[in-house]
Nanobody, 124 residues
Framework: QVQLVEAGGGLVQAGGSLRLSCAAS????????MGWFRQVPGKEREFVGTISASGRSSSIADSVKGRFTISRDNAKNTVYLQMNSLKPEDTAVYYCAEARGSGLSWSPQVYDAWGQGTQVTVSS
């Protein structure tokens, strides 16, 4: 089965940067779109970004546009989330996910494999 392992979370001051990574195994990584979501306690999981299987197309949520970038390296079976100019409201558990198909995917319902999550805390 698919395994997704996130890394790179932590505590950072407002204005700082972090890069999250997500290593995938279990099926042909380059055939599936990937996504990043985040969640805070008591709230629904929120879309952050998605990237197509080839990596040629991507989409970022308006709330983080201009600050976050999603990318992937299919040779390394890894997807990344570069987070710059972090704000306290970016504090959440961040999850990577693998979609059922190859195209951009915004809804959690079209993802069938999820990582365990990594905590990002931004202090003011």
């Amino acid at each position: 089965q698919v395994q997704l392992v996130e890394a790179g979370g932590g505590l950072v001051q407002a204005g700082g940067s972090l890069r999250l990574s997500c290593a995938a195994s279990g099926r042909t990584f380059s055939s599936y779109a990937m996504g990043w979501f985040r969640q805070v306690p008591g709230k629904e999981r929120e879309f952050v970004g998605t990237i197509s299987a080839s990596g040629r197309s991507s989409s970022i949520a308006d709330s983080v546009k201009g600050r976050f970038t999603i990318s992937r390296d299919n040779a390394k079976n890894t997807v990344y989330l570069q987070m710059n100019s972090l704000k306290p409201e970016d504090t959440a558990v961040y999850y990577c996910a693998e979609a059922r198909g190859s195209g951009l995917s915004w809804s959690p319902q079209v993802y069938d494999a999820w990582g365990q999550g990594t905590q990002v805390t931004v202090s003011s």
